[in-house]
């Protein structure tokens, strides 16, 4: 994992953004503020006026149906579950650590490599739409992982994480300090791999908090959590937007979030973490670092949450990931001004 860098980098837009890690970013502008130097290419002026305004936007078929079916398929068969017998949904097993039972009980699934991410991953129509949002072009790719959840209820329930009052609360929570002077600026993202139903829970966000922040924040105390918000729901409605397999969904670090738990009796929550964000081509660690973890399958290391599967690592499952010229980009193996490379 390579160390925090000590100072900023600029990242290779024109548009400046900065940050130390790739995932916050600091920049003149607020997002919801930029007024658009790039033509849009996959969203329309109310899709931007609408992420903008509430924080989040929908991209209808990012990927095709297909491609969001062959990854649910991926999902259960690395993990091992079989979808028409529940029994293997609950099967026992040893953690390694508490933060390894949470993951279990949210349904993370801990391959980040296999060539299906990738294609996701490189699709034009899922970098397009990023490139609406940040209005830059430069952008590196998060490696992150699926999300399988099944009931919440035996070795799944949510009572087995032990209750807090304050910071982090998958129900709801910002992903940024929201108390800082300056509010850093990070984008993230899912792709749905099967239809939303109100029962299965899954992605959820409070639009209208978003909107007014300026007003909600000037009433509340100092001392207030800087990542969990307290709020009134009947003047802050939090949302379940309606996805479809396939669909993006990207929302600004700055909206409120998180993911209901699944009350079905037999039905999944299944999606993909997919974001993107201006490369940090000139930050030579951080940027050697994802191109090996790409090219031996090693666990990402840029999250402390990321653990890389128990029984079987993805690097003892499958080689490395095929990339097209986007991909390679994205990745980092290739800068975005400069020659390429073979892979």
């Not at 666990?299 to 990321?306: A, E, I, K, S, Y």
């Not at 993805?314 to 095929?322: D, F, N």
Request: proline share 7%.
């Amino acid at each position: 994992m390579p160390k925090p860098s000590p100072y900023l980098h600029r990242a290779a837009s024109a548009r400046p953004y900065f940050s130390a890690d790739a995932e916050t970013y600091l920049t003149p502008t607020p997002l919801r503020d930029i007024s658009k130097a790039r033509p849009l290419r996959v969203l329309s002026p109310q899709d931007l006026e609408f992420w903008q305004t509430y924080g989040y936007v929908v991209v209808r078929d990012a990927i095709s149906p297909g491609a969001a079916k062959s990854l649910l398929e991926f999902a259960w068969e690395f993990q091992g579950l079989d979808p028409d017998r529940t029994e293997t949904w609950y099967q026992e097993r040893e953690f390694r650590s508490d933060l390894d039972r949470d993951l279990h009980v949210y349904g993370f699934v801990e391959a980040y490599h296999h060539q299906h991410l990738w294609d996701s991953r490189q699709t034009e129509r899922v970098y397009d739409a990023f490139v609406d949002v940040w209005d830059c072009e430069e952008l590196w790719v998060t490696l992150d992982r699926l999300n399988l959840n099944p009931p919440n209820r035996g070795n799944r329930s949510r009572s087995l994480i032990e209750a807090t009052d304050e910071g982090f609360d998958i129900e709801l929570h910002w992903d940024v300090d929201t108390t800082l002077g300056i509010l850093p600026q990070r984008v993230q993202g899912i792709i749905a791999l099967n239809d939303t139903q109100p029962e299965l829970g899954g992605f959820q966000c409070a639009p209208e908090l978003f909107r007014r922040f300026d007003e909600w924040k000037v009433t509340q105390p100092a001392d207030r959590d800087p990542i969990r918000p307290s709020i009134d729901r009947s003047q802050y409605p939090v949302v379940r937007p309606d996805l479809q397999a396939g669909d993006l969904l990207i929302f600004n670090g700055l909206l409120a979030h998180g993911v209901a738990p699944n009350h079905s009796d037999n039905g999944v929550r299944a999606v993909q973490y997919l974001s993107m964000m201006p490369a940090l081509d000139e930050h030579e660690e951080l940027r050697s670092s994802r191109v090996e973890s790409w090219r031996t399958l090693s666990t990402p290391g840029w999250n402390g949450t990321l653990l890389g599967d128990a029984t079987q690592h993805e690097s003892l499952r499958y080689g490395p990931a095929t990339l097209n010229g986007l991909g390679k980009r994205l990745l980092g193996l290739d800068p975005w001004s400069g020659q390429e490379t073979e892979q």
